[in-house]
């Protein structure tokens, strides 16, 4: 009798496909309100909902689904976008995988974008939250900017903490209190290539000498796949 009611629940799932489907929210251009909403509208629609904050694949430049060709439940395409469609229109709709970013049989992938937001021009905080090393400087220089406004620096053997915003692009402000720091960046990007695939490098370079020697700047390499 076991057996057999094993057997069933395994033919019921074979045959519905599975019973619930999870939705992977690109949350990075959200704000918290914003994130609770479209969590609460996917939830209320019997999805099962994560979030994250990861780079968006170089082709995704607005509102878009992804999904697997394998996805099982494919009527849940059309019940996410109907979700959502009232405040976030879907631009795209695409049955493959973009970059590295691969979905399942159960789960779909949905990136938000809001309006007058382009994902890929680098001129938000949610593009600059990045780990940044140091080129052609003379001390060894890591920057970790945080996408919740704060940041972490070692500068050889100190670390330095506080907060960041971009003051007025494209100009990035750094402020500590423990060691003191307050010092400025000039942010550009340009693109090269290599072996591989194109690369888009986002640099830091100081406005002032006397944090940083003259011709160190801090980057960030992002490759276009």
Excluded at 126 to 152: E, M, P, R
Aim: glycine content about 4%; hydrophobic content about 35%.
């Amino acid at each position: 009798m076991r057996k057999r009611i094993r057997w069933l629940c395994f033919l019921a799932v074979f045959l519905t496909g599975c019973s619930t489907v999870t939705v992977h929210v690109n949350t990075r251009y959200l704000s918290e309100q914003e994130t609770r909403e479209i969590v609460n509208k996917l939830t209320a629609a019997e999805f099962t909902v994560k979030t994250n904050t990861q780079l968006f694949p170089s082709q995704v430049s607005s509102t878009t689904i992804l999904y697997s060709p394998l996805l099982q439940d494919r009527e849940a395409i059309f019940r996410l976008e109907k979700a959502i469609t009232s405040d976030w229109p879907v631009s795209y709709i695409q049955a493959l995988s973009i970059s590295n970013h691969w979905y399942t049989k159960s789960s779909i992938g949905l990136y938000v974008v809001p309006a007058n937001v382009n994902p890929h021009r680098g001129t938000s905080s949610a593009d600059l939250a990045n780990v940044y090393t140091g080129w052609q400087c003379k001390s060894n220089v890591v920057l970790n900017l945080h996408q919740d406004g704060t940041f972490t620096l070692q500068k050889n053997d100190q670390t330095y903490s506080g907060d960041w915003k971009i003051t007025r692009f494209p100009y990035l402000q750094l402020s500590g209190s423990s060691p003191y720091l307050h010092t400025y960046f000039e942010v550009s990007q340009h693109g090269e290539v290599d072996k591989i695939s194109p690369v888009t490098i986002t640099s830091l370079t100081p406005l002032e000498n006397d944090f940083l020697n003259e011709g160190c700047v801090l980057t960030f390499g992002l490759r276009d796949n």
